[in-house]
């Protein structure tokens, strides 16, 4: 009975510390992401606030599936319009889904502590995309 016990504790220790080794990648542009097909972004405004950098818009959902949860829009941010200097990324989680000719809103928002982002007021948003983090 000793024994047993010992060999149940030792096998849920080793699942514990595999399910905790096995965190889901949220790195902004990574390759493993899957993105959606189908979506349509719209940049309506971008701007400053504090120390943070802003960008809202709408994606559109024009594919031929419903967006299931849990999905995400990212996008790269720039010093300027010429796309050269990347800032960094952001993205937003949703935990509904967007079904075909729906339209949500998003708002990704940008901090960094390597750069005074209030000195890239004319920054930009670009790579936009709608996607799935694969799970581990």
Known sequence: MKKQLVVLVLIFS????????????????SEDDIAIAGTIFHLDTTYTYIDKL??????ENNGSQTITPTWYVEGQFYADSSFV??????NLSF???????????WKLEFTSDVADVTEFPNFAVGELRALYHPTT
Do not use: D
């Open 14 to 29: 080793v699942l514990f510390f595999l399910a905790a080794s096995c965190e889901e990648s949220n790195a902004i542009g």
């Open 54 to 59: 802003i960008a809202e818009g709408t994606v």
């Open 85 to 90: 200097v990347k800032l960094g990324g952001a």
């Open 95 to 105: 935990n509904f889904p967007l079904e075909i000719g729906q339209t949500t809103y």
